[in-house]
């Protein structure tokens, strides 16, 4: 099996992948991807771009004070369509997320749950 595709990432000083390009196999352009990063070093943003450099999707994200996504929000050029997630936690005694509920347009959509096993 030979080359199928190639990916050449570049990173900014904080060691951040703020571009990806993706290639095929003939060397053409796939699609490239930009992200961007807040104060905080967390990412905000995603947007992919197709081979003519038309956005195809963009997602912006939100945290909360505890550095988890309190907002999500997708756009889908294919469809034109928009999707706002909200997230809701719930945290053990050691400050970590126990459980994530996902909101979209007011309805839970998803919960997640973790178990941690704390030792002395």
Same mark, same amino acid.
Request: some cysteine; aromatic content about 16%; hydrophobic content about 25%.
């Given at each position: %099996?030979? @080359?199928?595709? #190639?990916?050449?990432?570049?990173?900014?000083?904080?060691?951040?992948?703020?571009?990806? $390009?993706?290639?095929?196999? =003939?060397?053409? @352009?796939?699609?490239?991807? @930009?992200?961007?990063?807040?104060?905080? &070093?967390?990412?905000? /943003?995603?947007?992919?771009? =197709?081979?003519? &450099?038309? @956005?195809? +999707? #963009?997602?912006?994200?939100?945290?909360? /004070?505890? &550095?988890?996504?309190?907002?999500?929000?997708?756009?889908?050029?294919? =469809?034109? +369509?928009? #999707?706002?997630?909200?997230?809701?936690?719930?945290?053990? $005694? #050691?400050?970590?997320?126990? *459980?994530? %509920? *996902?909101?979209?347009? =007011? $309805?839970? $959509?998803?919960?997640?749950?973790?178990?941690? *096993?704390?030792?002395?």
């Amino acid at each position: %099996i030979g @080359l199928t595709s #190639k990916t050449v990432n570049k990173y900014d000083e904080n060691n951040n992948c703020i571009e990806s $390009v993706r290639y095929n196999a =003939d060397g053409s @352009l796939h699609a490239k991807t @930009l992200f961007k990063y807040g104060i905080s &070093g967390k990412r905000t /943003e995603r947007a992919v771009y =197709d081979s003519a &450099g038309n @956005l195809t +999707s #963009k997602i912006e994200y939100q945290y909360n /004070e505890e &550095g988890y996504w309190s907002e999500v929000n997708t756009y889908n050029s294919a =469809d034109n +369509s928009n #999707k706002k997630a909200v997230y809701e936690y719930k945290y053990d $005694v #050691k400050g970590n997320w126990i *459980e994530q %509920i *996902e909101y979209v347009n =007011d $309805v839970a $959509v998803k919960i997640t749950e973790r178990q941690f *096993e704390y030792f002395e």
